[in-house]
């Protein structure tokens, strides 16, 4: 089973930025394509952004066009998130499909899932 761990969630006011980061337990994550989700309170789980194991397909939700963006090296998946707004705040789960898939934003797509951390933009 794949593992994954993410890291990096914490308050911060609008306009601020947090980096995430995903990493797998035990193994890398070379051959495993990663999606970032958020879920806040009340709402459905939804992507934000999917990094395939190359680093070169990526995509992105509407909703964070040009405040966040995703990139990896060997060992970790990161989601640079700048301009934050209250609308961002929620839990942020790193997935991966089985190896070798290449899924895009949608959380059926996925086998794997980290245990999420939070992201609060105090308003």
């Known amino acids: 089973q794949l593992r994954l761990v993410e890291s990096g969630g914490g308050l911060v006011q609008p306009g601020g930025s947090l980096r995430l980061s995903c990493v797998a337990s035990?193994?890398?994550?070379?051959?495993?394509?990663i999606g970032w989700f958020r879920q806040a309170p009340g709402k459905a789980r939804e992507g934000v952004s999917s990094?395939?194991?190359?680093?070169?397909r990526i995509y992105y939700a509407d909703s964070v066009k040009g405040r966040f963006t995703i990139s990896r090296d060997n060992a970790n998946v990161y989601l640079q998130m700048n301009n934050l707004k209250p609308e961002d705040t929620g839990v942020y789960y790193c997935?991966?499909?089985?190896?070798?898939?290449?899924?895009?934003?949608?959380?059926?797509?996925?086998?794997?899932w980290g245990q999420g951390t939070q992201v609060t933009v105090s308003s």
């Open positions: 997935a991966a499909p089985l190896p070798g898939l290449v899924p895009r934003l949608g959380p059926e797509e996925y086998d794997y």
């Open positions: 035990g193994l890398t994550l070379d051959s495993y394509a």
């Open positions: 990094i395939s194991s190359s680093g070169l």
